[in-house]
């Protein structure tokens, strides 16, 4: 048996600088994508790592499986999940995938976003992203786009990503 998952995530920039007592946090802007942190002038405003590439791969993953979605497993409201390592998320979510008896034939991830340029940071995405799901690197696809200057994304308010998955049935 053969199952096809989706899922997309959306998180907002934030200046951290601008936070009350923090004078120094320009240099400590990043946002994390596929567990890789990018230098950017801005952050993502989450209630975990706010990573959006494996929040959307996740998300892909329980529904290809009907299991739910990540804000059922990791509620916001759970102080637990607070700054949580969405690579941790995401190697849980593949456990219960494999618990049902499948296992990720590919995964096909889309990123929309103006800036930070993901180009250079490309192998370390799929990297990462085939470890935590044990399987090769060729077989996770991250792809970067942008929107034109169309959108929140295009207005550099946030990013995007969209994931699709085929698991089988092991």
């Keep these: 048996m053969i199952?096809?998952?989706?899922?997309?995530?959306?998180?907002a920039f934030y200046d951290k600088s601008?936070?009350?007592?923090?004078?120094d946090s320009a240099a400590q802007q990043f946002v994390t994508l596929a567990g890789v942190q990018i230098?950017?002038?801005?952050?993502?405003?989450?209630?975990s790592d706010g990573?959006?590439?494996?929040?959307?791969?996740a998300d892909a993953l329980l529904g290809a499986?009907?299991?739910?979605?990540?804000?059922?497993?990791?509620?916001?409201?759970d102080d637990a999940n607070e700054g949580l390592d969405s690579r941790v998320?995401?190697?849980?979510?593949?456990d219960l995938v494999q618990q049902k008896g499948y296992k990720l034939i590919n995964a096909d991830i889309?990123?929309?976003?103006?800036?930070?340029?993901?180009?250079?940071h490309?192998?370390?995405?799929?990297?990462?992203?085939a470890q935590d799901l044990a399987t090769d690197v060729e077989n996770i696809s991250v792809k970067a786009t942008t929107t034109e200057k169309l959108g929140f994304t295009g207005r550099q308010e946030g990013v995007l990503c969209s994931a699709v998955v085929l698991v089988s049935k092991q």
């Design 39 to 47: 230098e950017h002038s801005h952050s993502l405003l989450a209630h």
């Design 65 to 77: 499986l009907a299991l739910g979605d990540i804000g059922q497993h990791f509620p916001d409201t």
């Design 89 to 94: 998320l995401l190697r849980h979510v593949y």
């Design 122 to 129: 490309n192998l370390a995405m799929r990297t990462n992203i």
């Design 110 to 120: 889309t990123v929309a976003c103006e800036r930070p340029k993901l180009a250079k």
């Design 18 to 23: 601008s936070e009350s007592g923090n004078q």
């Design 3 to 11: 199952r096809i998952g989706q899922g997309i995530d959306v998180h």
């Design 51 to 57: 990573d959006v590439v494996l929040h959307a791969l």
